[in-house]
């Protein structure tokens, strides 16, 4: 049977299924949620920076969407799988996802995807994300601690707004402590917003902030690996800062959200 996808990412027919449930919701606006899903059964194993894709029953058809799953691997089979969702009405699967009640059934297909950290490398860090693309990061950060493994790094996130920066509070815990070796820098597009008067902090796009980022900190192409997630638009737009400050483009890893030259549809940029 062909299952309905709504995102570019392949959802591989050959891959593992799990039987899930939703086993925790936590609202950061009225748009953006995190959701905890278990697996029955021992959890599969997912290395930081790769996706599950989340299965709804809604109408009698299986609506599905891959995540980057922003929690550490050594806690999925305790806690489940961690995911950072947008919801945007015009997607069916985000919409049926909003109705769920903690301890409905899910399911669960995965993992996969390529976008993961390389073993044992001691470069300089940097990840630049917008909105919800901070997902892959966050789980980077959190296994390299639990294995006693913090790197060096540095991690953009913009967002149209404020409220929007996800983990931001466990982010800026984290910057405080010497253990995660970590400089948060988030900044908002839209300023001038009244959703944004209280902001004191960095305006501007993600790809915006890189330059001055680099200069901050010190950040030395030769010696830093860059990891960027989000909209096409940003991506291109990273490189070529990076590009132009003398990184080589096999410093740059990427994870986009739809293919270069394909509109965004359904979804809108995050950032």
Known sequence: MTLPVEDSRVID????????TLVHREDLTADLAYFRVKVDGPA???????????GVLADGKMLQRPYSVASGPSTSDTTGFELFVRHVPIVRFTTALWRLRVGHRMRMTGPKGKFMLEPDDARAHVYISTGTGIAPFVSMIRETMSQGKPRRTVLINGCSFADELGYRAELEAWEQDPAYRLSYVPTVSRANDPRNADWTGRTGRAEDVIADTCKQFGLRPDKTVVYICGNPEMILN??????????????????LYWPKGKAPGVVPPAG
């Open 238 to 255: 990273a490189e070529r800062t990076l590009m132009d400050r003398g990184f080589p483009e096999f410093h740059v890893k990427k994870e």
């Open 13 to 20: 027919i050959f891959a593992d299924v799990y039987n899930a």
């Open 44 to 54: 599969p194993v997912i290395t930081p920076g790769q996706y599950m894709t989340a």
